[in-house]
């Protein structure tokens, strides 16, 4: 513990992810199912993974740990092997990342468009250390990437062949050379006030390639999996493995000098905190990572959410902002306007005779949440009135979207967020006064 108190804070992340990865790949030898460990694997790999793909189903329990041990420990490869330093949007890249692992992410369609980055930092001069980030956020519309190997522009996947290894390094490259100017670009956008920031770039693309590849080609868009595959589910599994790794980070924060006091000082903080563990620590951001964590796990319990591979890889891709803004504090207010949606919409749905989807565990509903948290800026900024009325907003945005991009980016959810804040942000900031501002009015 005297080392790690020690470390700096690239170096401390660099432990935390490989804790993580380390974590998974002891959990795939640990499932019932691990004889099949390496063959689920290849059906995964094998397989097209349009959103929203089980991968419990398509793979197996153990092979779907397996995978997400293996894409944490390539994302924390990337680190050392190009000597790029960690922070917390490298926390955000590699967590999210992980969390797909699960549901549209493998260890095989993330490299086209790595490979794609690192042109672009060949070609403006740029040491792939600093461009890692990006290499990690480029693998959002990897679903895509397997699209291309395995089925297009068939409906039905035909298997790896010349065409589409072609079409997916092509498509890869154009992603990934594209994707660094736009990530620079996004925060512009949406002013800070969307963490899943990528989305942005990665959501546009993916539209327009949609476009591109399906409308203007005349090629008929696949449908998505069957829904009957997200009913392969273990809650056992989820929430044992989720307790023992949150429960770790706590412990671990608490053995390093994190104070109950420290952690009250990052929930209760008026301000906008782009980094937990350059403001207050690594200690304090292990531990909000901890105590978010179970937050999260306690809140698809409640809900009664099916813990398949989606709903199991969404909690990290919720966790995954656990260190760039983050916090119970800011969230609960997205999750009691997205709880309310579900009330006050399924009423007026049924008066008016519609049949209604959406209530609040269902499966578009649980997923769309994970990326409202990135809206939390709005909550600390403005107080939790208006997180609210952000995660409602989101709430009834979020399952339309697909439509844009058919399916094949990752970040959906983090796409609409930015879409409502081009909404909402201009009024709050024309019409409402920040939380800061009131309390200094209260003061005069």
């Known amino acids: 513990m005297k080392k790690l108190k020690t470390l700096s ?76 330093t960690p922070n917390s949007v490298s926390t955000l890249a590699v967590i999210l990342t992980l ?38 956020f480029s693998t959002g519309i990897a679903p895509l990437i397997s699209e291309l190997l395995l089925r297009y522009p068939h409906e039905e996947a035909v298997g790896f062949n010349l065409l589409g290894l072609v079409l997916a390094l092509v498509v890869g490259f154009f992603i990934g050379f594209l994707l660094p100017a736009g990530l620079g670009h996004s925060p512009k956008v949406h002013k800070g006030f969307d963490l899943y920031s990528a989305a942005l770039p990665i959501g546009m693309t993916a539209f327009f390639l949609r476009a591109v590849l399906y409308t203007t080609m005349g090629v008929a868009l696949p449908n998505p999996p069957d829904t009957a595959t997200l009913q392969i589910a273990s809650r056992l599994t989820a929430n044992v493995f989720c307790c023992v790794v949150f429960g770790l ?132 900024k403005y107080g939790w009135q208006w997180g609210a009325v952000a995660g409602a907003m989101h709430y009834l945005l979020v399952t339309s979207v697909p439509l844009l991009h058919g399916g094949y980016c990752l970040y959906n959810g983090g796409f609409t967020a930015a879409l409502i804040c081009l909404i909402l942000v201009p009024q709050l900031e024309k019409f409402c006064k920040t939380r800061e501002e009131r309390k200094a009015l209260k003061v005069k």
Not at 10 to 35: E, H, I, N, T, W
């Open 249 to 380: 980070c706590i412990v671990a924060a608490y053995l390093l000098g994190c104070k109950p006091k420290d952690y009250w000082r990052l929930l209760t903080n008026p301000e906008q905190v782009s980094s937990f563990s350059s403001t207050y620590g690594s200690a304090t951001f292990l531990m909000n990572a901890g105590v978010f964590g179970l937050f999260i796990v306690a809140y698809y319990n409640l809900i009664g959410a099916t813990f398949n591979g989606v709903t199991f890889g969404i909690l990290f891709c919720m966790l995954a902002t656990c260190n760039s803004g983050s916090h119970p504090g800011n969230v609960w207010p997205i999750m009691l306007g997205y709880f309310l949606m579900s009330l006050v919409f399924g009423w007026f749905s049924g008066l008016l005779g519609g049949k209604f989807e959406y209530i609040i565990n269902a499966q578009a509903i649980c997923v769309g949440l994970c990326y409202a948290n990135g809206l939390s800026p709005i909550s600390t």
């Open 9 to 84: 804070e690239g170096d401390f992340l660099k432990v935390f992810f490989g804790f993580l990865s380390l974590c998974f790949l002891v959990a795939a030898v640990c499932m019932p199912d691990r004889g099949t460990m390496f063959t689920g694997l290849w059906q995964i790999l094998s397989g097209t993974c349009k959103i929203s793909t089980n991968y419990f189903a398509l793979g197996g329990y153990a092979a779907t740990f397996l995978n997400m041990g293996l894409v944490c420990a390539i994302s924390l490869g990337l680190f050392l092997v190009f000597k790029g």
């Open 99 to 136: 969390g797909f692992g699960s549901w549209g992410i493998n260890v095989l369609n993330i490299w086209p468009s790595i490979f794609g980055v690192m042109i672009y930092a060949l070609v403006k001069k740029e040491k792939f250390g600093t461009q890692v980030n990006a290499m990690l």
